[in-house]
């Protein structure tokens, strides 16, 4: 039996009516551009989040691109981002005219923490962009604190992380609610995901949320009067719609991925050549990947690959050795632990509807391919 690493069909079958329905809707209406589905949409996810804003934009990208813009730096600034992160972070770093300073992660969160930031902090540090990875979110009570001492902006890439939570002070704070800003997509992988691109920006703070809503049409809420130079990054109404009636399956959605990572927790413990994902002590994980680590990774992929199980490398360069970022003078050995992780790391199928049968055939064939990976007695 093979196994998907992901299958949006088998969700899709599960609220047909419902989303059907909601397309129905806009189609009728032929409001595709803002309106009410996507204030609907922006309303119910600023609720969930715990801000009193959220923005919505054309994607996860722009989130943090127009998120960057709102904050109004000077060419050149800098920005501490993890290297072990997908593109979009330092993308759009690069493309705000900032300069992204790639920082080390911790090896068993994947995610950067205040010791791996601090060394890198220099005069031009203004922002810090801490990416949830994987839907568990980095620790922002440390981050936080750094970031107050040095004046520093922190935008959230919330992109794999809707609904990941963290106890702060005894209260649990939802991704997106923490920092100055939390940056969302809506991408068909994600736990929350569109029928295409789209993404959300939340924010508490008033005048940002002003900037950023006229940001995403061209610099002005007013038409033809522009107060600063935006873009055009609206999120579509049809996608709004769409998200709006998957919304209430969310909870049912991120239990069933937790379900499926408890098992594979168990399942795969103590098997020799592998480390399981670790849920921090306070965090609520959300499983947008299950990403497990193997030294000889390459060859159990090939057995993965070869037995039907999908499976998939996130990430396997990491940002600070990209040739498009070589003028930032990034070599191999900087930050050891993300190139660690870039040679080791391997998700695997961990999506709500996947069966018992399905995760216990996942579960076989990477056991079986960890023993031919290294047979006994080698
Ligand atoms: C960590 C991270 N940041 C940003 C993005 C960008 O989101 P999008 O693909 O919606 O532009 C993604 C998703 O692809 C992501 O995983």
Known sequence: MSVPLLDLTAQYRTIQDQVDDAVRQVVQSQRFILGAAVEELEASVARRVGTRHAVGCASGTDALLLGLKALQLEPGDQVIIPSFTFFATAGAVWNAGLRPVFCDIDPVSFNITAATVEPLLTDRTRALIPVHLFGQMAPMEELMELARRHGLAVIEDAAQSIDAAQDMGGQARRAGSVGTMGAFSFFPSKNLGGFGDGGMITTDDDELADRLFKLRVHGGRQMYHHEMVGTN??????????????LPQLDRWTEARRHNAAAYDRDLAGVPGITTPVEEAGNRHVYNQ???????????????????????????????????????????????????????????????????????????????????ASPPGR
């Open 290 to 372: 299950y990403t497990i680590r193997c030294h000889r990774r390459d060859e159990l992929k090939k057995h993965l690959d070869q037995a039907g199980i999908g499976n998939a490398i996130y990430y396997p360069v990491p940002l600070h050795l990209q040739p498009c970022f070589s003028e930032l003078g990034g070599r191999e050995g900087d930050l050891p632990v993300t190139e660690q992780a870039a040679r080791e790391v391997l998700s695997i199928p961990v999506f709500p509807e996947l069966t018992e049968a399905q995760r216990d055939q996942v579960g076989d064939q990477v056991v079986r391919g960890l023993q031919e």
């Open 233 to 246: 990054s609206r999120l579509d109404a049809l996608q709004a719609a769409v998200l709006s009636a998957k």
